[in-house]
């Protein structure tokens, strides 16, 4: 055995943003010298490709065009391994520390292992500091497994030794399972490390996909184990168990700050921003703390936010801005060459964006009616072929118009996106402005007099919502 055991870590990817960037750093940052990063890549239609092409400290990339599923995928990774040991991160996911991987190595060297596991944190997906719930493990022999035991199996890190056991393509979710079987079998020196190894965010599986992992996991089970379904019930109830940190949070330090949700940035004047090359500008108000607060996928250091609406003055104790105001700001001599207007068609809209920039090339791109993925699915293919640093006004309603601005994040290098809702109604005079009281404290009530039904409904819904996530503590330390 080596001095210094390599170590090779795996992660498959597709569709990676925006959290890929957040794993990548968490490998780099493992102070442990003597590392592979082995990065499966399967054809994404986000930028991806170009965010691992930028990290040059990724040691091999492999393109996987033929892989059934994610385990296919590994399997194909396992192969390209050069290390002493071998385990896995998730695109999604982040090292609990930065000396994990020191801590595996000498680990690795005064115990000999063939396979090691420790613990796992599972977060919220938008907000790694909010644990849903926490999955201890301890030092078990092959025979737990049949009372519906299993480590978490992002924990693992198996020897170089193990290398010829492959994940079963016959499974999409729950082949995993059959792994830890198989290697547990096979492994003569298991170790169990007694700290955590990972925060995972969660996956939120749908309940289709829920009753094929139980279905899986009977068909394995079955496989190993006499009484099949009396293992697999065992093995839903020690889940269970889980949830029993449920809402705790994770202690901050200088290694997770990196990746913690920072406080969000706010802004008064569009300008303040515009030179920048990435960005996103959306309206801190009560429908963004519904529909959008760690709920929508931003990367928070492109995420900036104006004070609008009653809240503002309550939680900020910031003068409320509409956001027409924020629209006539920008300078029309900026640095950016395009104007894109996302919104559905109305001719004083576009009237008005082409007039306010009428020495910047523009171009409209129309949104059809329906929820977030039905616009994104329909408008893709034209925003593939917006220019760099362009200026990118979306005239949708919350939280459609954040969900699609960060799909546009995904996608783009470099872009400038403006959530402005109604507010182009307001400057094109398509709508009449509110009188000066609405328009500072109860502009929304204003709003129903058009559309009184659907509006009346969301701004009711959004109160409760608004009051079921503060009484949970959702909107500390924004």
Same mark, same amino acid.
């Given at each position: 055995?080596?001095?210094?055991?390599?170590?090779?870590?795996?992660?498959?990817?597709?569709?990676?943003?925006?959290?890929?960037e957040d794993c990548l750093l968490s490998f780099k940052k493992q102070k442990y010298k003597y590392k592979e990063l082995i990065v499966v890549y399967s054809k994404s239609e986000d930028n991806?490709?170009?965010?691992?092409?930028?990290?040059?400290?990724?040691?091999?990339?492999?393109v996987d065009e033929n892989s059934s599923n994610l385990y296919s995928s590994i399997n194909k990774g396992i192969l390209s391994c050069k290390g002493d040991l071998i385990g896995i991160l998730h695109s999604d996911d982040i090292f609990y520390s930065d000396d994990i991987l020191n801590k595996i190595a000498a680990n690795y060297i005064k115990n000999k292992f063939d396979i090691g596991y420790g613990d796992i944190i599972i977060s919220q997906k938008n907000n790694l500091s909010k644990v849903i719930r926490t999955w201890t493990s301890s030092l078990k022999s092959n025979k737990s497994f049949k009372y519906g035991w299993m480590p978490p199996h992002t924990s693992l890190f198996i020897s170089n030794d193990l290398k010829n056991l492959h994940y079963s393509n016959k499974y999409s979710i729950s082949s995993d399972?059959?792994?830890?079987?198989?290697?547990?079998?096979?492994?003569?020196?298991?170790?169990?490390?007694?700290?955590?190894?990972?925060?995972?965010?969660?996956?939120?599986?749908?309940?289709?996909?829920?009753?094929? =992992?139980?279905?899986?996991?009977?068909?394995? /089970? $079955?496989?190993? #184990?006499?009484? &099949?379904?009396?293992v697999i019930l065992l093995k839903v109830i020690r889940k269970l168990y889980q949830f029993g940190s449920f809402n705790k949070s994770i202690k901050?330090? =200088?290694?997770?700050?990196?990746?913690?949700? /920072? $406080?969000?940035? #706010?802004?008064? &004047?569009?300008?303040?921003?515009?030179?920048?090359?990435?960005?996103?500008?959306?309206?801190?108000?009560?429908?963004?703390?519904?529909?959008?607060?760690? =709920?929508?996928?931003?990367?928070?250091?492109?995420?900036?936010?104006?004070?609008?609406g009653i809240l503002s003055k309550l939680l900020l104790k910031k003068k409320k801005i509409p956001g027409r105001k924020l629209l006539s700001q920008i300078d029309n001599n900026g640095d950016f060459k395009n104007v894109y207007l996302i919104s559905s068609f109305n001719t004083k809209n576009i009237s008005y964006i082409k007039k306010k920039f009428s020495n910047k090339r523009f171009h409209f791109i129309e949104a059809p009616f329906g929820n977030s993925e039905i616009i994104f699915n329909t408008i893709k293919i034209q925003l593939v072929n917006i220019k760099p640093n362009s200026l990118i006004l979306l005239g949708i309603p919350t939280p459609k118009q954040e969900e699609i601005a960060s799909k546009i994040s995904n996608i783009l290098s470099s872009f400038k996106i403006i959530c402005l809702g109604g507010a182009i109604s307001y400057n094109s005079r398509e709508t009449?402005?509110?009188?000066?009281?609405?328009?500072?404290?109860?502009?929304?009530?204003?709003?129903?007099?058009?559309?009184?039904?659907r509006r009346s409904s969301r701004l009711l819904l959004s109160i409760l919502i608004f009051i079921k996530r503060s009484f949970f503590g959702e909107y500390k330390n924004m």
């Open positions: 055995m080596r001095k210094n055991p390599k170590i090779s870590i795996i992660t498959v990817v597709k569709n990676g943003m925006p959290f890929l991806t490709l170009d965010i691992l092409m930028k990290n040059k400290f990724i040691d091999k990339v492999i399972y059959e792994y830890l079987i198989k290697v547990f079998k096979k492994s003569k020196k298991k170790v169990y490390f007694n700290f955590c190894t990972t925060i995972m965010r969660t996956g939120g599986l749908s309940n289709a996909k829920l009753f094929l =992992k139980f279905k899986e996991d009977i068909q394995i /089970s $079955k496989k190993y #184990f006499k009484f &099949n379904y009396i901050k330090n =200088k290694y997770l700050i990196n990746f913690f949700n /920072s $406080k969000y940035n #706010f802004i008064t &004047n569009t300008n303040q921003i515009m030179s920048r090359k990435k960005f996103i500008l959306s309206a801190f108000n009560m429908a963004f703390l519904a529909y959008v607060h760690n =709920k929508i996928s931003f990367n928070r250091k492109s995420l900036f936010l104006w004070p609008d009449e402005i509110p009188p000066k009281f609405f328009e500072t404290y109860f502009e929304s009530i204003w709003r129903l007099q058009n559309d009184t039904f």
